[in-house]
């Protein structure tokens, strides 16, 4: 066997966290080996993130140009996929081709190598036959995919995930969605907006069901008016495929039936395949146990960033992790992450954005809890903007502290609205202090104003 490479840290997998690690790392003098099977930047920039918005803004041009009949006169719109396909490869993947990331991570200083990795000891690594020893550790950032639930016959299907749905050049007559949480909802409003006729089905009790569950509600109506038919309550009981139709059997004896299937159920990880038994941790686990500066409970020099390490699916969340984990290898001081304003967004019309901890689940964990609810429509920016504006800002707070912990922004520009909301959450800025604030009149944001005064300590 050929004697191993000594180097300073091996980043597994280079998706968002991955290049922001690897490449401080690098930056800062050390010598790096990132390590990536797939492409450069990961999810995010192919088939994530940045294709779906721009799938999302066509999609939501689609819907404003219908609402003009009702404000500006008549007018029509004929909706045409190609320019979407085309923009998607162009501007957003380069036609999946990662060498402008791959540069960028080398430019840095990095050592690039393409392949899948594994870990077989401490501080070891082992790609494409070759092995690499860290003498500062090792770095795993390998992201997740479209987990497949296990539902008779649908593993011999050829169904399709958010890969597929992104590379679609055309688009089919009709889909079936299973999930009905972020992905699988903001895919299936922007296949119903180009004329798809669009089911989805949930198996909880409504859509979104970790957000707020008013926020579901208020979708699910949404969804309604725009010809999704949404079935939630109900796991599928079985998928078939047969003369180029798909059909999901469900528990009720019904069957749901469409050209195309898109998955999107919920995300996978590869904590076995990586070889962390090695490093005596349960290869069973689905995400990496970390403490606040990314460290991996119960292994030597080993830190987890971005999805693997559970803490939420989010490329925000993994770029943070990533700046605090770099630090960490350099011996820096640095604040341990806090989570406790940890913000997304769900990119559907109406937008929605939540921060901080539900009202349940602020209520479980014992917080002396006041919330406030204002509908959208009925603030000044909502009731002027007419058309769209369903939604509403809900608050939630904790009396005994004077703070917010938690809120939610459901609306035109929700996630924007969300911005002010954030703020408040993790500065814990006194509620006091927000009452006396001068919002502008009349916005969107101005509904924060407005929940506030309805807000009872």
């Known amino acids: 066997m050929a004697e191993a490479t000594k180097v300073d840290v091996v980043v597994v997998g280079l998706g968002p966290a991955g ?62 996929w ?17 060498t402008v990331a791959v540069d960028r991570f080398v430019g840095k200083g990095g050592t690039f190598i393409r392949g899948y990795a594994k870990i077989t000891a401490p501080g070891t690594v ?53 999930g009905g949480g972020a992905i699988g909802s903001e895919l299936a409003q922007v296949m119903a907006r180009f004329g798809v006729k669009v089911t989805v089905i949930e198996g909880m009790d409504r859509l979104l069901p970790r957000n707020e569950p008013e926020a579901g509600d208020v979708l699910a109506e949404v969804f309604q008016k725009e010809g999704i038919t949404v079935h939630t309550g109900q796991f599928a ?59 991996v409970a119960g292994a030597e020099n080993l830190w987890a960033v971005g999805d693997i ?5 989010f490329t925000h969340l993994a770029t943070r992790q990533a700046a605090i984990a770099a630090e960490d290898i350099l011996g820096n001081a640095t604040e341990a992450l806090n989570l406790d304003a940890l913000s997304a967004v769900t990119f559907t019309d109406p937008e929605v954005g939540a921060v901080g901890r539900t009202e349940a689940e602020a209520r479980e964990a014992g917080l002396n809890v006041a919330t406030a609810f204002k509908i959208v429509g009925h603030t000044a920016r909502g009731w002027l903007h007419s058309t769209g504006n369903e939604g509403f800002i809900k608050l939630v707070a904790d009396k005994d502290n004077d703070v917010l912990v938690g809120a939610t922004s459901v609306g035109p520009h929700g996630g924007e609205v969300l911005g002010l909301l954030s ?32 807000l009872e300590l």
């Open 309 to 313: 390490a559970g803490d939420g699916l």
């Open 423 to 454: 703020l408040a959450v993790h500065a814990k800025t006194p509620i006091s202090t927000i009452r006396k604030m001068i919002f502008a009149y009349p916005t969107f944001h101005k509904g924060i104003e407005d929940a506030l005064n309805e």
């Open 82 to 98: 190609g320019p979407v396909a085309q923009r998607i490869r162009d501007q957003a993947t380069d036609n999946w081709d990662d």
């Open 237 to 295: 009981s079985s998928v078939s495929y047969e003369d180029d139709v798909f059909t999901v059997a469900m528990p009720d004896g019904s069957q749901i039936s469409a050209e195309k299937l898109l998955v999107a159920t919920g995300r996978r990880t590869f904590l076995k395949e990586l070889g962390v038994g090695t490093l005596g941790l349960d290869e069973d686990l689905r995400f990496f146990d970390v403490d606040g500066r990314q460290r």
């Open 126 to 178: 082992e790609v494409n036959g070759d092995t690499y020893v860290a003498s500062k550790g090792i770095v795993v950032a390998t992201g997740t995919l479209a987990a497949v639930p296990p539902i008779p016959g649908l593993a011999d299907t050829p169904y399709w995930t958010n890969h597929q749905i992104v590379e679609a050049k055309e688009l089919p007559e009709s889909l079936i969605v299973l």
């Open 19 to 80: 290049e922001t690690v690897g490449g401080n790392l690098a930056e800062a003098g050390l010598n790096v080996v990132g390590i990536e099977g797939s492409l450069v930047g990961g999810e995010c920039p192919y088939w994530g993130c940045v294709p779906s918005k721009m799938m999302i803004r066509a999609s939501n041009l689609i819907a404003e140009s219908r609402r003009v009949a009702d404000l500006a006169g008549a007018s029509t719109t004929t909706p045409d």
